[in-house]
């Protein structure tokens, strides 16, 4: 480990911070590195031998970089070989809160594992999720280099032999997609919302909707079910009259996705709370009025065009 001069890499001498060691530990350690954008965290590969691989997480101590000989976390696959040459390609994301590491020779085409930092920190882990190719091939060599987007919600991950050697590099989007519904069923209390998942990597946790009076809401509701990845649900309790923004959201064991913001308002009510009457509530109640009228105007003996002499 090595920490940049004062004065810029080209200062002077630059000696070591710190050796990073495990005891124990898989063969060629060190075959593959990453660091987090902060220098916090060094993501370290070994590749193994007679074993299946491993990466290893290093967190820098309180006091700063010091030699270490034992990791903070060992990262593994959980159905793993000794032929899947898993740890020669390691990234970890800036944030630190996330890695991925390549085994380009799994069952002959190769993988990537990802996984994800628990609240409590690093701590030795199987994947969150194996990313493989779609149209993989033996010996396509995936996973043969990975790397993270900054915020870890993209991954990156090469295959150099694809397609007979021409090769391929395949970005997967980490944090689900979705896609908002437009509200139906608007009255001055409720209306029903929902939302499509369009893509999502990995298991989904939850699901629902963030209904705010501002733009871009965080007052979630979860769904209580989905079918072929829509789902749909009535809020209630809304203010009559007023102007909302929903969301869909959902989470997977990486990150929670949003979609896009959709914009209603809900009816304005009377003064005993109840909803104005509608358009055709109206001309059938004016009809109504009109029957009356017509009603008594005959009973008195009224005729339209002329009046009763009895009357005079």
């Known amino acids: ?30 075959i593959a590195v990453s660091i987090s954008g902060d220098g916090a965290l060094a993501l370290v590969g070994a590749s193994g ?4 691989g491993a990466a290893y997480v290093f ?12 990791a903070d976390a060992v990262l593994t696959a959980s159905t793993g070989s000794s032929s899947d040459v898993f740890g020669a390609f390691v990234s970890i994301s800036n944030d630190g809160g996330s890695a991925l590491v390549g085994a380009d020779q799994r069952d002959s085409n190769g993988a990537a594992f990802l996984y994800v930092k628990p609240s409590g920190g690093w701590e030795n882990a199987t994947e969150t999720k194996e990313l493989t190719a779609s149209d993989g091939d033996a010996s396509d060599y995936f996973g043969y280099s990975v790397s993270l987007s900054g ?47 369009t893509s999502n990597e990995t298991s989904l946790a939850k699901y629902g909707v963030c209904v705010g009076t501002s733009e871009s809401p965080t007052a979630c509701t979860s769904a209580e079910t989905i079918a072929n990845n829509v789902y749909s649900m009535v809020i209630d309790d809304l203010e009559a009259g007023t102007t909302y923004y929903v969301r869909a959201f959902a989470t ?61």
Request: glycine letters at 14%.
């Open 1 to 30: 480990m090595f920490t940049k001069p004062s004065g810029g890499w080209g200062s002077g001498d630059t000696p070591e911070q710190a050796k990073l060691t495990v005891s124990n530990g898989e063969y060629n350690m060190g």
């Open 49 to 52: 031998n007679s074993s299946a």
């Open 59 to 70: 967190a820098m101590p309180t006091g700063g970089w010091g030699d270490r000989t034992g």
């Open 151 to 197: 915020n870890g919600e993209e991954a990156l991950v090469g295959a150099y032999q694809n397609e007979n050697r021409v090769g391929a590099a395949y970005v997967y989007r980490l944090v689900p997609e979705l896609e908002t519904t437009q509200p139906t069923g608007i009255n001055s209390s409720s209306a029903t919302v929902g939302g499509t998942i």
């Open 252 to 312: 997977n064991d990486y990150a929670t996705g949003y979609g896009e913001d959709q914009k209603f308002s809900t009816a304005a009510s009377n003064n005993n709370g109840a909803a104005p009457p509608t358009p055709e509530g109206v001309a059938a109640a004016s009809t109504m009025h009109y029957v009356v009228l017509f009603f008594l105007m005959t009973a008195f003996g009224i005729r339209f065009g002329r009046k009763n002499s009895s009357l005079l």
